[in-house]
């Protein structure tokens, strides 16, 4: 493949169902906290995008609203997008509030 698929195609096998969630949020790293924006969202990762550098095995911390912070490493960056992987999986209850809080409705991102 050509192009962002392309150079993602090594990072496409998902655990879970990606969908579409629109988000700002505080991701915390050794470096200090940056803003971030959470585009997609499952139950085991998440793509973000950030003004600030991220780089890959990089460990942080997401913070969204008052919900508690989704640790996780970056497993790809390509600009200023990264794809993280959380280290324990999101619970249902907590999955679901943050998609009836922040989800895109009428959309579902499947990824296999």
Same mark, same amino acid.
């Given at each position: 493949?050509?192009? +962002? =698929?392309?150079?993602?195609?090594?990072?496409?096998?998902?655990?879970?169902?990606?969908?579409?969630?629109?988000? /700002?949020?505080?991701? @915390?790293?050794?470096?200090?906290?940056?803003?971030?924006?959470? /585009?997609?969202?499952?139950?085991?990762?998440? @793509?973000?995008?950030?003004? $600030?550098?991220?780089?890959?095995?990089?460990?942080?911390?997401?913070?969204?609203?008052?919900?508690? $912070?989704?640790?996780?490493?970056?497993? =790809?960056? +390509?600009?200023? @997008?990264?794809?993280?992987?959380? $280290?324990?999986?999101?619970?249902?209850?907590?999955? /679901? /509030?943050?998609? @009836?809080?922040?989800? +895109?409705?009428?959309?579902?991102?499947?990824?296999?």
């Amino acid at each position: 493949m050509d192009g +962002i =698929w392309g150079e993602m195609k090594g990072h496409q096998q998902r655990a879970s169902i990606r969908r579409p969630l629109a988000t /700002d949020a505080l991701c @915390r790293t050794a470096g200090g906290r940056i803003p971030v924006t959470i /585009d997609n969202l499952s139950c085991h990762g998440c @793509r973000i995008a950030s003004q $600030e550098p991220l780089d890959s095995g990089q460990h942080l911390e997401i913070k969204i609203g008052g919900f508690e $912070e989704l640790r996780g490493h970056v497993r =790809w960056v +390509i600009g200023s @997008r990264a794809g993280v992987t959380f $280290e324990q999986p999101l619970q249902g209850p907590l999955f /679901d /509030d943050l998609m @009836r809080l922040h989800g +895109i409705v009428g959309h579902m991102m499947v990824d296999r």
